[in-house]
């Protein structure tokens, strides 16, 4: 009596496994967009790091020309996301877009004097790269610019 259960679960399994979509190989409309290099040599361009400082003392006007520098060095989703962000009308929608961006960069080589920061008050928290100095805060500029710690 206690295979019934056992029975009926492996074949409900086998079924919905049955149905699941199969992959047949990749075709144009189904592969996502995969992010490539971002830079030719794998290392976070400076211009990424002069927006994050731009932030921090809430510098508009120089974040966007950081942002759009970063655009046009860059290519795949990382472009995308530092157009998003230089295309931004306010500082609360370009800090929104550079946490996308930030999650991107502190995946990448960074340069011997840098390191991944961290604000765990942020959306939830959020990560960005700066110089290992004092922290200066992207997400809360001159607010809480000291808000967060090096994570490495």
Known sequence: MNRIPFTLGSIALLVL???????????????????????????????????????????????????????????????????TAANATDVVAMRASFKELSAIATQMH???????????????????VQKKDAIANPYYGKTMQTCGSFVN
């Not at 974040?63 to 157009?83: D, H």
């Open 110 to 128: 960074l340069p011997a004097d840098y390191a991944v920061a961290f604000c765990p008050m942020y959306k939830g928290g959020s990560k960005w």
């Open 17 to 83: 496994l049955g149905c699941a979509p199969k992959n047949e190989g990749p075709s144009e409309a189904t592969v996502p967009a995969t992010p490539t290099a971002p830079a030719p040599d794998g290392v976070l361009p400076n211009s990424y790091m002069d927006a994050a400082a731009a932030l921090s003392v809430v510098d508009l006007d120089k974040a966007k020309v950081s942002l759009t520098k970063l655009a046009s060095e860059t290519t795949g989703e990382m472009q995308a996301k530092a157009q």
